[in-house]
């Protein structure tokens, strides 16, 4: 039991680190973007 409520706890962290990886890596793709095209990312 303790092993499943650990894993449970470990989980939402590891989910957050991949959410914010995704968002970091759009928001990258976008500046390279707007760079390339010349215009402002705001």
């Not at 962290?13 to 928001?27: C, T």
Request: net charge positive; no cysteine.
């Amino acid at each position: 039991m303790a092993a499943a409520l650990s894993a449970y706890v470990l989980m939402w962290p590891a989910l957050v680190l991949v959410v914010m990886a995704a968002i970091a890596r759009g928001f990258a793709k976008d500046v390279r973007d707007a760079r390339r095209e010349g215009r402002d990312i705001v």
